[in-house]
């Protein structure tokens, strides 16, 4: 995997390199700002580009959609911490792959393959904040063709618990689980889980 990686704190930005360079991700170079950022990825066509949010002459999410002006298809990963929430819709809407935490370094590399991939990755914790950044009005489940049952799966999931967590809690299988989620996500017309706990969030 080649990405470029671009942030105004060095010290950030050197660890994230040698970090990632030891998982054998290919770091094509780093920038310190975000018009450094669109100039990095104008010249090395990254399969990602990992952008912290708050730099100077340009920020993170001015210069994600400078690249995604030059490149519809541009996989972005946001950097944050926990005081950037303010920013994680206009990421969502603005359509970037993924927006986790700075201070989980363990989760950058997971996040990085799964963008790549085509995935959306967002942090428990930014997940967990939607609710609140997003007023939303209740869903109608069951117009949906939601049943009881899988909307009581949505809101596990919405949680953050994993298959087996939502199987234990509900006195199913994991086989079943992977049913029920399979369905949902076809229903609601959704990607992945991700994408199913920001619509239960949100709605």
């Given at each position: 995997?080649?990405?470029?990686?671009?942030?105004?704190?060095?010290?950030?930005?050197?660890?994230?390199?040698?970090?990632?360079?030891?998982?054998?991700?290919?770091?094509?170079?780093?920038?310190?700002?975000?018009?450094?950022?669109?100039?990095?990825?104008?010249?090395?066509?990254?399969?990602?580009?990992?952008?912290d949010?708050?730099?100077?002459?340009?920020?993170?999410?001015?210069?994600?959609?400078e690249?995604?002006?030059?490149?519809?298809?541009?996989?972005?990963?946001?950097?944050?911490?926990?005081?950037?929430?303010?920013?994680?819709?206009?990421?969502?809407?603005?359509?970037?792959?993924?927006?986790?935490?700075?201070?989980?370094?363990?989760?950058i590399?997971?996040?990085?393959?799964?963008?790549?991939?085509?995935?959306?990755?967002?942090?428990?914790?930014?997940?967990?904040?939607?609710?609140?950044?997003?007023?939303?009005?209740?869903?109608?489940?069951?117009?949906?063709?939601?049943?009881?049952?899988?909307?009581?799966?949505?809101?596990?999931?919405?949680?953050?618990?994993?298959?087996?967590?939502?199987?234990?809690?509900?006195?199913?299988?994991?086989?079943t689980?992977?049913?029920?989620?399979?369905?949902?996500?076809?229903?609601?017309?959704?990607?992945?889980?991700?994408?199913?706990?920001?619509?239960?969030?949100?709605?």
């Amino acid at each position: 995997m080649k990405i470029i990686i671009a942030d105004d704190d060095q010290i950030v930005k050197l660890s994230l390199k040698t970090i990632l360079e030891s998982l054998e991700i290919e770091v094509l170079g780093t920038g310190g700002n975000g018009r450094e950022a669109v100039e990095l990825y104008k010249e090395h066509h990254p399969d990602v580009a990992l952008l912290d949010i708050r730099m100077p002459v340009m920020t993170g999410l001015e210069a994600a959609g400078e690249i995604l002006k030059y490149d519809s298809s541009a996989k972005i990963l946001f950097l944050t911490t926990f005081s950037d929430d303010e920013y994680i819709i206009e990421a969502l809407n603005m359509g970037v792959k993924g927006y986790i935490l700075k201070q989980d370094f363990e989760s950058i590399s997971p996040a990085l393959t799964a963008v790549k991939a085509g995935q959306s990755v967002f942090g428990r914790d930014v997940v967990s904040k939607l609710s609140s950044l997003v007023p939303g009005e209740k869903t109608d489940y069951r117009k949906l063709g939601i049943s009881e049952k899988e909307e009581e799966v949505i809101a596990l999931v919405a949680k953050g618990l994993n298959n087996k967590e939502i199987g234990q809690a509900m006195f199913l299988s994991e086989g079943t689980v992977r049913n029920y989620i399979s369905g949902v996500l076809e229903k609601l017309q959704l990607r992945d889980r991700t994408q199913l706990a920001i619509f239960h969030h949100t709605h």
